[in-house]
């Protein structure tokens, strides 16, 4: 059988035997000076911590011990306990010295320590006053388990977290981590009820969209979704986000909802939101359910990506497209595209006035283009004061507008020409140096006639008007 000492010995754990009756007597020394609080005492001081190191004595140590702390035998292990405890474990010794002054019989720590190589090790330590020894303190049992690996890997995860939160944090793109649980539980639900055409479902019940939406859960998002959506804190943008997902956003929201109904787990799209200072958001959204969470949906990545100026950019190109730069009004390719969708779908008839800028050659040649530009912006204020959706107005030449007036007699027509004049004549009254002139004929469609010819009755009456001098657009 084995005894006690071969037990010591042969222990798996690093274990220390020691003497800490020396320590005792200078801890008695320190009260009968007046020493109270140990440690404030040390901490004024932390070379009375070493001090301290010195009045212990180290009585013998097991095979484990030499292993860990790579040392030949006893004598060199103890001759180089300086090597052994020293730096960032001063604070973590004074703890323990600290529990002894206050009558405790035992601490436990976790500090490092270092090989005789200089290797750092990270280690549990337990420490007890053996029975028996409870006033002398002449032998203590310190055991040290070696957790270095473990610390490690600890401090690699910490390390790996605080990078994956940097990359969220500083990301340029907007991320938000959201919890939709709920929205599953709420499609299982009519899943399981037999429903088979979700889409034909949301159509009869829109509601179901809303409730859907209520039931997302935003976890987090980063700073780059606070600089997006004008939020001067997480608090306040989780508090408004209602302010953030309106009404508006439902359509572009039951799209996603059908495509996880689906089984699509990753979507991309473009939608729309607002920050809080009301802007709306034009945004690439990139949604993905997190792996591992594919069952309960209950984290989910979404990206925001903001192309606001990219369709800024797309709509001045499609107004550039069907709109003239000057007078602001629509342009011929426009005019060309509606007259077409007018003839194929009405409403007819259609009343078309066309409008020509008298003089303006003229003004050109004597006052120069930048006048003669100024009467074109001008005839496009009246023009666009004139007509409203479903008419439109379009400069369809140089000098030479339109006007389609769809679903319009002739009677109706006259009326509009009048108040055209009237707006010419009020336009002059702000502009009386530079008066606005135009000659206008106009026809309404019969019935089985192209526009095309309505078109050409209504420009034969312009010109006969304009050389005639009359006013009146009609023969």
């Not at 030949?72 to 180089?80: I, P, Q, T, V």
């Not at 994956?164 to 009820?193: C, I, M, N, Y």
């Amino acid at each position: 059988m084995l005894d006690d000492a071969a037990i010591f010995d042969l222990s798996p754990v690093s274990l220390w035997l020691e003497d800490y009756s020396r320590l005792r007597a200078l801890f008695e020394t320190w009260r009968q000076a007046g020493v109270r609080d140990l440690r404030g005492y040390l901490a004024e001081d932390m070379g009375r911590v070493k001090v301290c190191s010195a009045h212990i004595d180290l009585v013998k140590v097991n095979r484990r011990t030499l292993e860990m702390f790579e040392a030949r035998d006893f004598a060199e292990l103890s001759s180089n306990l300086d090597k052994v405890f020293r730096d960032d474990m001063l604070a973590v010794h004074a703890e323990e010295l600290v529990h002894l002054w206050s009558g405790a019989k035992s601490f436990s720590s976790h500090t490092c320590n270092y090989t005789l190589n200089g290797r750092r090790l990270d280690v549990q330590l337990h420490g007890a006053i053996m029975p028996g020894y409870e006033e002398s303190w002449g032998r203590v049992l310190v055991s040290l388990e070696d957790v270095t690996e473990s610390q490690q890997m600890r401090r690699q995860l910490a390390l790996s977290e605080a990078y994956a939160r940097g990359l969220f944090e500083h990301s340029p793109v907007s991320l938000w981590v959201e919890d939709f649980s709920g929205v599953k539980r709420l499609l299982d639900t009519v899943r399981h009820q037999g429903i088979l055409d979700f889409r034909v479902f949301t159509d009869v019940h829109p509601e179901f969209v809303s409730q859907c939406m209520s039931e997302i859960r935003v976890l987090d998002v980063n700073r780059q979704t606070l600089h997006l959506f004008a939020a001067p804190d997480k608090q306040t943008l989780m508090r408004r986000l209602g302010d953030v997902f309106r009404d508006e956003v439902l359509p572009h929201f039951r799209e996603q909802l059908i495509d996880l109904w689906d089984g699509k787990l990753f979507q991309q799209r473009e939608v729309v939101n607002f920050a809080l200072d009301g802007t709306t958001l034009h945004l690439m959204l990139q949604f993905s359910v997190l792996p591992g969470h594919e069952r309960t949906w209950s984290q989910v990545q979404v990206a925001l990506i903001d192309i606001s100026a990219r369709k800024k950019a797309e709509a001045y190109l499609e107004y550039l497209g069907k709109h003239d730069v000057l007078t602001r009004l629509y342009n011929r390719s426009f005019y060309v595209d509606e007259m077409n969708r007018l003839e194929r779908k009405g409403p007819l008839p259609v009343t078309i006035l066309i409008v020509d800028l008298d003089d303006l050659k003229v003004v050109n040649d004597q006052l120069g283009h930048a006048a003669g530009d100024d009467l074109l912006r001008r005839l496009g204020e009246v023009l666009t004061s004139l007509v409203e959706k479903p008419n439109h107005a379009a400069r369809i030449g140089g000098d030479e507008f339109a006007v389609l007036l769809p679903g319009m007699d002739s009677e109706a027509g006259k009326l509009v020409v009048e108040q055209l004049f009237k707006l010419v004549e009020m336009n002059n009254q702000f502009y009386s140096q530079s008066l606005l002139k135009i000659s206008v004929g106009m026809a309404t469609s019969k019935l089985g006639e192209r526009l095309e010819t309505t078109v050409k009755r209504a420009d034969l009456r312009m010109y006969n008007n304009k050389r005639g001098g009359k006013a009146s657009p009609l023969d």
